[in-house]
């Protein structure tokens, strides 16, 4: 069963960028299609971007698009998220998680979860 760590959130100004990564163990990236979701606070996860296992496809969320850059790196068994101009509604906690198959968003296709990592937009 393949465990999940999401890392590179923090705190960031508005207008700025960061780029979260989310690495697994207990099992080859390569046998997973892997995903972004995020939480804000009081509010239902919400799906951002998936990509599929080979990297050469990839599915955002449409209010997300030009924003949001989802890439992946097998052989280091770890996936990214680019997120660039942030703003205070990006204030969330980001997860990534990964299934067998390939989705197009459905938080409960997804098989396995990271922890989520704090990112936080200040003005």
């Known amino acids: 069963q393949v465990q999940l760590v999401e890392s590179g959130g923090g705190l960031v100004q508005t207008g700025g960028s960061l780029r979260l990564s989310c690495t697994a163990s207990?099992?080859?990236?390569?046998?997973?299609?892997m995903a972004w979701f995020r939480q804000a606070a009081g509010k239902e996860r919400e799906f951002l971007v998936s990509?599929?296992?080979?990297?050469?496809?990839?599915s955002y969320t449409d209010s997300e698009k030009g924003r949001f850059t989802i890439s992946r790196d097998n052989t280091k068994n770890t996936v990214y998220l680019q997120i660039d101009n942030l703003n205070a509604d990006d204030t969330a906690i980001y997860y990534c998680?990964?299934?067998?198959?390939?989705?197009?968003?459905?938080?409960?296709?997804?098989?396995?979860w990271g922890q989520g990592t704090q990112v936080t937009v200040s003005p």
């Open positions: 998680a990964a299934a067998t198959s390939f989705y197009s968003g459905g938080h409960g296709s997804w098989q396995f």
């Open positions: 207990g099992g080859a990236l390569s046998d997973y299609s």
């Open positions: 990509i599929n296992r080979s990297g050469g496809y990839t």
